[in-house]
């Protein structure tokens, strides 16, 4: 069946440098998705958000960008600090309040 | 921001044993709630969407008497596993959305870690 996906499951920034971490998207019906990340023996929390009518949103130090022409999204994590350590994962939704979750990015920030 | 409490975060039982985990939704109603799991350094597999009121629909090869669904309430799911095996050790997850509003974030509590000896 259709799923996301992640690009890379491991992800080694230095501290301070700029973060990038992908996924692609296999359902082309999907019009809402979001970034989340996990802390170990935690519940996933929300990053940030896109709805498919946009192909750009900014919050505090992260950027995502969707590109529906390839399915792929992906969050930019700017000055990366040692609390960014974390899995990342993204999630689709097509409307249905089901959110799909892709593999998840495991960064690791070295100091 | 909304806060999803989930109840209790670890759990040891004994084979054969049913073991009973809580999801509310502190400060607002969620007419839907999802119940996931997710074994070590996978992602979250949807285990169940929990609908209040009505019962609960099951993804794909799960099994619904052994994993029991009640949302009695808009604020309150449960996920009861059954003559739980130490196979059912994992994660489980509940998640919820505000009622009414389309394609907002969901919130999730903070997980479960069930261990079935």
């Known amino acids: 069946g259709e799923s996301v996906g992640l690009h890379l499951p491991t992800l080694s920034v230095q501290e301070g440098d700029n973060s990038i971490i992908n996924c692609a998207y296999s359902n082309s019906a999907s019009d809402y998705f979001i970034w989340y990340k996990q802390e170990s023996g935690k519940g996933p929390q929300f990053i940030i958000d896109?709805?498919?009518?946009?192909d750009k949103r900014q919050g505090q130090r992260v950027t995502v960008l969707l590109n529906k022409t390839v399915k792929h999204l992906s969050l930019q994590i700017a000055a990366t600090q040692p609390g960014d350590s974390a899995v990342y994962f993204c999630?689709?939704?097509?409307?249905?309040?089901?959110?799909?979750f892709g593999a998840g990015t495991t960064v690791t920030v070295r100091a | 921001g909304a806060v999803v409490s989930q109840h209790p975060s670890r759990v040891i039982c004994k084979s054969g044993t049913s073991v009973k985990i809580e999801c509310r939704s502190l400060?607002?109603?969620?007419?839907?709630m999802f119940w996931y799991r997710q074994f070590p350094k996978q992602s979250l597999m949807l285990m169940a969407t929990s609908n209040e009121g009505s019962k609960a629909t099951y993804e794909q090869g799960v099994e619904k008497d052994k994993f029991l669904i009640n949302h009695a309430s808009l604020t309150l799911s449960t996920l009861t596993v059954t003559s739980a095996h130490p196979e059912d050790s994992s994660f489980y997850i509940c998640s919820a959305r505000d009622k009414g509003v389309a394609n907002t974030e969901a919130f999730f509590g903070q997980g479960t870690r069930l261990t079935v000896v």
């Open positions: 999630a689709e939704s097509g409307g249905d309040y089901k959110l799909s």
């Open positions: 400060d607002f109603q969620a007419t839907t």
């Open positions: 896109i709805r498919s009518n946009m």
